[in-house]
């Protein structure tokens, strides 16, 4: 199964790369994961400089209310082609901004706005991700539960929080993992660890069984479960915080401007 990975705001995709490679390897060693570049370059200062090696990117920009965007529908354009061109695609994994992207392209699609022609996607790794605020894009993208599996990690000190918090909201029967750090890709333990790789082996045993032709239960993404079932799973991360801190990698990004702090 292929996953289109996008990175933060003024990173790249070799960060993302990195900052992920905290988790157990073995538990995406049966995804191919493509790390793409952000479509315009840093615009200004990252947060990541001195930390690892430029060159850095941006997906789009915006106001400080993060209401008003610019580039935003040439970012989408560009992501549509890349996923055609490269794909298809089976779902996606995003930090920060580049998770809020993911979200929206997995709304519009299931709203028939983008990618008619691409399989729907079926999985979505968010880390540090929100919902956009203009209404005019909410009310198409969020207007419907978004059926695709998906895991969202959300962090106590991340100035997302709140948002990170709303915008798995957005998804039918989202796992939440909660870890006690910021605005990172924390590392997990192993509790937490077990819960992402027992999620990752359902999607990739779904697949295989569609493959197959044994049975259809992620038809259009959704994965068939009962009434009863539909209730947000949650594992909390407890982490050795100072550890992280030391880690190079796991940068709290507090001054990023991605959104208005919640």
Known sequence: MKILC????????????KQISKWDPSIF???????????????GKSEIEGIFPPPYFEWFQFDKDFTEYTN?????????????????????????QGATLSA????????GKVLKDHPPFKLFVSVSGSKFRDPSICDVAYKDT?????VHFIGAKDWLKEPSEDLATAFDSP???RHPQGHTVPRLDEAATEQLRAWATEILSYNNKILNGENHELENGETKVDD?????????????TTQVQQDGIGIELKREVEVVKA
């Open 6 to 17: 996008l990175h933060g705001f003024r990173t790249s995709g070799n960060f993302l790369q």
């Open 29 to 43: 060693s049966q995804f191919d994961l493509d790390f793409p570049d952000g479509v315009f370059p840093a615009r």
């Open 72 to 96: 935003l529908e040439e970012c989408i354009s560009y992501l549509c082609e890349y996923i055609t061109t490269r794909g298809p695609f089976d779902g996606f994994l995003g930090f920060s």
């Open 104 to 111: 929206l392209l997995l709304g519009y699609q299931a709203q």
């Open 146 to 150: 978004i059926k695709v599996k998906s």
């Open 175 to 177: 796992l939440i993992i």
């Open 228 to 240: 009863e079932e539909k209730k947000p799973e949650e594992v909390s991360n407890k982490i050795d």
